[in-house]
T-cell receptor, first 114, second 115 residues
Framework: GAGVSQSPSNKVTEKGKDVELRCDPI?????LYWYRQRLGQGLEFLIY????????KSGLPSDRFSAERTGESVSTLTIQRTQQEDSAVYLC????????????FGEGSRLTVL | AQTVTQSQPEMSVQEAETVTLSCTYD???????LFWYKQPPSRQMILVIR??????QNATENRFSVNFQKAAKSFSLKISDSQLGDTAMYFC????????????FGKGTHLIIQP
């Protein structure tokens, strides 16, 4: 596709359930990022994939959070046993390695945990 | 580790005025990049302007320009002839050269352009 695609756009879940968020980066982009943005707040780094290198997981807030990426394609962010404080917009972005720093963002997945 | 600080949570100006958003950063890197991103109410982040640290000339993109003060580690964004469509959250971001660590964002400034 032409841009970064995220699904679902909105997700409402009950506390304790697992959720999976999906990101389709721009074709050919080797770098992929997940950020969390709470209401009215800035972007909180979660995880970063760069090509076939080991991902930088330093931003994951707890072991309930995990993410995978197959090669240089789709990534999924999984949150297990969701808590109310997990409610946020989860933004995915990709970039081409040769064009350092210009991130192309998806529209995000808004997660609401009741 | 890098830090990016935006000290203005919210700013409001009249349409057609010029506004400056401030950003400071802290790093021990010598080679890096700085960015301003815009996030309108639609939620999608858009790159506004970028600056390579090794370039002395300030970057300019139409009505948007930066004042990059490397020694002071300051990177402000100036918006000239502001328009209603400029209303958005603006995030300053830093990336070390090579991009190995990804981008670090500030907490953002909510800019409101009043008619």
């Amino acid at each position: 596709g032409a841009g970064v695609s995220q699904s679902p756009s909105n997700k409402v879940t009950e506390k304790g359930k697992d959720v999976e968020l999906r990101c389709d980066p721009i074709s050919g982009h080797t770098a992929l990022y997940w950020y969390r943005q709470r209401l009215g707040q800035g972007l909180e780094f979660l995880i970063y994939f760069q090509g076939n290198s080991a991902p930088d997981k330093s931003g994951l807030p707890s072991d309930r959070f995990s993410a995978e990426r197959t090669g240089e394609s789709v990534s999924t962010l999984t949150i297990q046993r969701t808590q109310q404080e997990d409610s946020a917009v989860y933004l995915c972005a990709s970039s081409a390695r040769w064009n350092t720093g210009e991130l192309f963002f998806g529209e995000g997945s808004r997660l609401t945990v009741l | 580790a890098q830090t990016v600080t935006q000290s203005q949570p919210e700013m409001s100006v009249q349409e057609a005025e010029t506004v400056t958003l401030s950003c400071t950063y802290d790093t021990s890197e010598s080679n890096y990049y700085l960015f301003w991103y815009k996030q309108p109410p639609s939620r999608q982040m858009i790159l506004v302007i970028r600056q390579e640290a090794y370039k002395q000339q300030n970057a300019t993109e139409n009505r948007f320009s930066v004042n990059f003060q490397k020694a002071a580690k300051s990177f402000s964004l100036k918006i000239s002839d502001s328009q209603l469509g400029d209303t958005a959250m603006y995030f300053c971001a830093f990336e070390a050269g090579g991009g190995a660590d990804g981008l670090t964002f500030g907490k953002g400034t909510h800019l409101i352009i009043q008619p």
